[in-house]
Each structure stands twice: as C-alpha cells, then as structure tokens.
C-alpha cells in the first residue's frame, strides 16, 4: 500500500509560480510512477504530468508543456510539480497518484492510490 500527500496549493496571481508537492510512504516506491491531475467542478480529471521514480523519463499534457517542470527527490520519497505562467484557467484540485510500473500512463484510472488534492487558485 502506498499513501501520497499533496501540499503547495494556493492563491496566486495569473503569471505568478506555485511549486506543488507529493509525499509518498508506505512500501518502497522505486518501481512507481507518479502522476499530477487536476479537476474543475463537473469536469473529469485532467493529466497534467507523469514521471517514473527510478528513471529520468517525464511525460507533460500539451496544455501544460513548457510551463511546467515535474522533478522527484528520491531521498524525501517526494514529487514536485513546479508550475509557472499560471493562467485563471489552470485553477482547479490539483490530485498526486501513483502506481506501479514504467509506462507513464494520462488515463487516471490506471493509477491505484490518490491523494486528497490540493487546491490552486490563479486570479486574473
């Protein structure tokens, strides 16, 4: 079983950063990946960005390429998702999972443990 817990969520201005953070614990998850959604009321989730714990292959949504940078730290067992040029649309609950193996999925349902999400808020 692994738990994750997000935090970083926030009030920021349209243009303004946000890093995003993801804690991990429970069994070892070097062979994992971890992704980011977000969510907006009556929408479905949306992938944001995916990385593989044990090796450095990334995977970005094209809305969010080139604004932001998904990062791990193996000895905190934490992901980052550091996010700039953030735009009003980008507000929503941002959610950190995770799963096991390599291919770094978009789908959200094949990704077994969820956080409890965290909320953004980009102000115009």
């Known amino acids: 079983q692994v738990q994750v817990v997000e935090s970083g969520g926030g009030l920021v201005q349209a243009g303004g950063s946000l890093r995003l953070s993801c804690a991990a614990s429970?069994?070892?998850?070097?062979?994992?990946?971890v992704g980011w959604f977000r969510q907006t009321p009556g929408k479905e989730l949306e992938f944001v960005a995916a990385?593989?714990?044990?090796?450095?292959?990334?995977r970005y949504a094209d809305s969010m390429k080139g604004r932001c940078t998904i990062s791990r730290d193996n000895a905190k067992n934490t992901v980052y998702l550091q996010m700039n040029g953030l735009k009003p649309e980008d507000t929503a609950v941002y959610y950190c999972?995770?799963?096991?193996?390599?291919?770094?999925?978009?789908?959200?349902?094949?990704?077994?443990?969820w956080g409890q999400g965290t909320q953004v808020t980009v102000s115009s």
């Open positions: 999972a995770a799963r096991g193996g390599s291919t770094l999925y978009e789908e959200a349902d094949e990704y077994d443990y």
């Open positions: 990385i593989r714990w044990n090796a450095p292959y990334s």
């Open positions: 429970g069994r070892s998850v070097s062979n994992y990946i």
